[in-house]
Antibody, heavy 116, light 114 residues
Framework: EAQLVESGGGLVKPGGSLTLSCAASGFAFSSYDMSWFRQAPGKGLEWVST????????SYADSVKGRFTISRDNAKSSLYLQMSSLRVEDTAVYYC?????????WGQGTLVTVSS | DVVMTQSPLSLPVTLGQPASISCRSS???????????LHWFQQRPGQSPRRLIY???NRDSGVPDRFSGSGSGTDFTLKISRVEAEDVGVYYC???????????FGQGTKLEIK
């Protein structure tokens, strides 16, 4: 059974940086597009970024473009999200997930709080 | 950009009664490869999202058959034939056809028991 476990969330000041990790197991990680989604407190779901198996091209939401970087290590079955220049509005639970067009595996989420 | 619009946003339902959620997209969701990447997700309180229906009408493994999806083009519907207590939560439609600006969700429909 596929399992995704996020880590790295926490409290950070505006303008600060944080890196999230997602450890995958139970499926062929290196064959899947992987994505990050987020959900601000009391709000809906928002796509953040996607990376293909080869890391050949990455896609980002306009709200994070230029500030966030998605990457992966297929040898370690791990997905990452480097977040910099964080803003109060980046406060959210961040989920990693497989490509929703073809699969359905989500992590439990990790909370990022941006506050002074 | 593709805009997904759900209605209603709040859905009080009596146990055992049917429920229906509508999702409309601002553009056709038929992909050039012939697939329609419109999916439905359930998010129970305090839990991660879970996909219920993929590509319009296909139920995910373990999803009760009281859930069904239908539609085409720009208009889609999620139906629950008889609502049970465990169905409480927020339901989202999501499109994955148009990659600008990536996956986009509807606003969510909060289902509660009357």
């Amino acid at each position: 059974e596929a399992q995704l476990v996020e880590s790295g969330g926490g409290l950070v000041k505006p303008g600060g940086s944080l890196t999230l990790s997602c450890a995958a197991s139970g499926f062929a990680f290196s064959s899947y597009d992987m994505s990050w989604f987020r959900q601000a407190p009391g709000k809906g779901l928002e796509w953040v970024s996607t990376i293909p198996p080869s890391s050949s091209h990455m896609s980002y939401a306009d709200s994070v473009k230029g500030r966030f970087t998605i990457s992966r290590d297929n040898a370690k079955s791990s997905l990452y999200l480097q977040m910099s220049s964080l803003r109060v509005e980046d406060t959210a639970v961040y989920y990693c997930a497989t490509d929703p067009n073809w699969d359905d595996s989500w992590g439990q989420g990790t909370l990022v709080t941006v506050s002074s | 950009d593709v805009v997904m619009t759900q209605s209603p946003l709040s859905l009080p339902v009596t146990l055992g009664q049917p429920a229906s959620i509508s999702c409309r997209s601002s553009q056709s969701l038929v992909h050039s490869n012939g697939n329609t990447f419109l999916h439905w997700f359930q998010q129970r309180p305090g839990q991660s999202p879970r996909r219920l229906i993929y590509r319009v009408s296909n139920r995910d493994s373990g999803v009760p058959d009281r859930f069904s999806g239908s539609g085409s083009g720009t208009d889609f519907t999620l139906k629950i034939s008889r609502v049970e207590a465990e169905d409480v939560g927020v339901y989202y439609c999501m499109q994955g056809t148009h990659w600008t600006p990536g996956f986009t969700f509807g606003q969510g429909t909060k289902l509660e028991i009357k």
